[in-house]
C-alpha cells in the first residue's frame, strides 16, 4: 500500500486526516466505507467516519467498530429530505470546525454526499462524492422527480473537487445528467480476498441436498432488487425440475408480498428463505447465482459471486459489464423478460459441464477487483487533486 500524505507549501509530508459522511450505514456503500478506512489507516492516514444510526445493519455496526485506530461519530441523517437534515448539517458543521481541518470530505451515497458537501462549504480541503448509484438510476422515478434530482446532483458537482463512480455505467449515467465530464472518475470496487468454506458445509448449513440443484439470490428484498423477476421465472421451469431450490437470502419490506407470490405459484416447497446467514457462508452451497436488479452502480455481490466461482445470470446494470462476460461465466438477460430469465436457468440446470466452465471463468473474473487496488486508486485521486488545490492556492 501506497503512503498517503498532505502536501504542504513548504514540502513537509504529514499524514493525511480525511472525513468520511455516510448515511446508508450498511449494504454496499457501507462495506466500501469499512474496507477503504482499513486501508487508509493501513496507510497512515487518520480517518473519522460520520455515520447514522438510522438504517445501520448490526453487521455494519459490529464490523466498523472492529476497524482499529477508526474515529466514529454518529449523526442522524435520513434519507430523504426532511427538516431533520439542518440539524444533520449542524453536526456536520461543528464536527467539521472543532475537529478539523480535513484534507478530505468524502460523502457516500446521494444523502451523505449531499450533507458533506454543503457542511464544508468555505472550509479547507477536498470535496469528494461517491454517489453509490444515482437515485436517477431508478427506472420507476416519476418524470419530475428524476428532474429535481438530475438538477440537484448539477449543482452539487458545482461544489465538488471530484466525484467517483464505480462502474463505467454509472459514469455514463452520470454524463447524462450533465455532471462535468472533467470531475468524474471510474474507480470500480474491490473485495477483500477470503476463503469460502467448503460446498458440503454451505448446504449443511442450508439444508440442501447433494443431489438439488441451488439457484441462489442473495440481496435486500426491496423493489431495486426485483426478486419478484426471479420468482416468476422460476415458476416457469420448477415443475420440470422438482429437485431445483431456489435459495432467496436476504429480509426487507417485500417479503410478505414475495412469499404470497411464490404461494400463488405453489412453489414454497421449493423455495428456502433465508436470512440472518452471511452470503459468502451460503453461496458455496449454490449452483449458479441471480441478479435481477433494475438498476445497480456495482454491487458488491457480484464480486462475492465471482469469487464463489458461481455463474451468474443478471441484468444489464451498472457493474454487469465489469463482471459478467455473457456466454463465458454466466447470461445477461435484458429486464422484463421472464421467458429468457428461465431459459437461462435451464441452460444452467441442465448441463453440469457448463456450470463448472462457468465457474473456473467467474473466479478469475472476480480475482481482478481487489480492495488494495480500489483503495490505491482512491488514494492517488486524493493526492492529485490536493495537489492541484495546492498549486491553485500558491
Not at 501506497?2 to 499524514?15: C, F, Q, S
Not at 429530505?81 to 484534507?103: M, N, S, W, Y
Not at 446532483?153 to 466525484?163: D, N, P, V, Y
Not at 463512480?165 to 474491490?190: R, T, Y
Request: positive net charge; hydrophobic residues 40%; contains cysteine.
Amino acid at each position: 500500500m501506497i503512503a498517503l500524505v498532505k502536501v504542504t507549501h513548504n514540502h513537509i509530508r504529514i499524514p493525511m486526516k480525511i472525513l468520511f459522511v455516510l448515511e446508508t450505514s450498511g449494504g454496499g456503500s457501507g462495506r466500501h466505507v469499512i474496507d477503504l478506512s482499513r486501508e487508509l489507516i493501513q496507510s497512515d492516514c487518520e480517518v473519522t467516519v460520520a455515520y447514522s444510526g438510522l438504517r445501520a445493519s448490526a453487521d455494519f455496526y459490529s464490523e466498523i467498530k472492529s476497524v482499529d485506530n477508526l474515529k466514529l461519530v454518529k449523526i442522524d441523517m435520513r434519507r430523504s429530505p426532511c427538516p431533520g437534515d439542518v440539524i444533520a448539517l449542524k453536526k456536520l458543521r461543528h464536527l467539521l470546525t472543532e475537529h478539523g481541518p480535513f484534507d478530505v470530505v468524502h460523502g457516500h451515497s446521494s444523502k451523505g454526499g449531499a450533507l458533506a458537501r454543503l457542511a464544508a462549504l468555505g472550509l479547507p480541503g477536498i470535496k469528494i462524492y461517491t454517489p453509490h448509484a444515482f437515485r436517477t438510476l431508478d427506472p420507476s422515478l416519476g418524470m419530475r422527480s428524476y428532474k429535481l434530482y438530475s438538477m440537484i446532483e448539477r449543482q452539487l458537482s458545482k461544489i465538488s473537487t471530484a466525484i467517483i463512480l464505480v462502474s463505467e455505467a454509472e459514469k455514463q449515467h452520470a454524463l447524462q445528467l450533465g455532471l462535468p465530464a472533467d470531475k468524474l472518475h471510474v474507480i470500480q470496487n474491490g473485495m477483500v480476498a477470503q476463503p469460502f468454506c467448503s460446498r458440503d458445509v454451505a448446504r449443511e448449513l442450508m439444508n440442501i441436498g447433494q443431489e438439488e440443484c441451488c439457484i441462489g439470490f442473495v440481496g435486500r428484498l426491496v423493489p431495486q432488487k426485483a426478486p419478484e423477476r426471479l420468482i416468476r421465472s422460476f415458476a416457469l421451469i420448477a415443475r420440470k425440475y422438482p429437485y431445483a431450490r431456489l435459495v432467496i437470502l436476504g429480509d426487507g419490506p417485500l417479503r410478505a408480498e414475495l412469499q404470497q407470490l411464490a404461494d400463488q405459484h405453489n412453489l414454497n416447497h421449493q423455495i428456502k428463505w433465508l436470512d440472518g446467514k452471511a452470503g459468502t457462508d451460503c453461496m458455496p452451497a449454490m449452483d449458479m447465482f441471480v441478479m435481477p436488479s433494475l438498476y445497480e452502480a456495482f454491487p458488491y455481490v457480484l464480486l462475492e459471486a465471482a469469487n464463489a466461482g458461481l455463474p451468474i445470470i443478471a441484468t444489464p446494470v451498472g457493474g454487469t459489464e465489469a463482471v459478467l462476460i455473457d456466454q463465458v461465466n454466466g447470461f445477461l438477460v435484458e429486464h422484463n423478460q421472464p421467458d429468457a430469465l428461465a431459459q437461462a436457468l435451464e441452460r444452467l440446470i441442465d448441463n453440469p459441464e457448463l456450470r463448472v466452465r462457468m465457474s473456473a471463468a467467474s473466479k478469475e473474473i472476480g480475482q481482478k477487483y481487489s480492495v488494495k487496488s480500489m483503495a490505491e486508486k482512491t488514494l492517488a485521486l486524493y493526492q492529485s487533486e490536493i495537489k492541484v488545490i495546492s498549486k491553485t492556492n500558491n
